[in-house]
């Protein structure tokens, strides 16, 4: 396959992956989200809740130091100041209705993808 073709192939396939819309949004499974920090990612990326009590657990499975904020109506319902490497913490908050977001404020990792969306309703 020539160059010119192989990018042909790869750009189609990168506008149809594109067509699939967002991933779809996880849910809580008996008030409890299971959260994992990655290099740059968190996931899931998009949650939706009932409001209500949420206990989320956090999970560092990357190899750099990462946070886990949640800000959205009302403040910062949720803080995680660091997790290192293999570390995990649970936080419990009360979310009213309305869009979170969910991001790490270590450096430059939200700009690198390290941000999610909260979605209570």
């Not at 779809?24 to 809740?49: C, K, M, W, Y």
């Not at 904020?69 to 570390?87: C, I, N, T």
Request: hydrophobic share 45%.
């Amino acid at each position: 396959m020539s160059l010119a073709r192989a990018i042909a192939v790869l750009a189609a396939a990168l506008v149809l992956h594109g067509c699939g819309g967002a991933e779809p949004a996880a849910h809580a499974q008996d008030g409890r989200v299971a959260v994992t920090l990655d290099e740059f990612l968190i996931s899931p990326q998009n949650l939706q809740l009932a409001p209500g009590r949420v206990t989320f657990d956090v999970a560092n499975r990357g190899r750099l130091r990462h946070s886990f904020r949640l800000w959205g109506p009302g403040g910062e319902p949720v803080a995680v100041k660091s997790l290192f490497p293999g570390d995990r913490t649970t936080r419990t908050a009360i979310l009213k209705p309305g869009e979170y977001r969910m991001v790490c404020t270590i450096m430059n990792h939200a700009e690198l993808g390290m941000t999610g969306r909260l979605v209570v309703r």
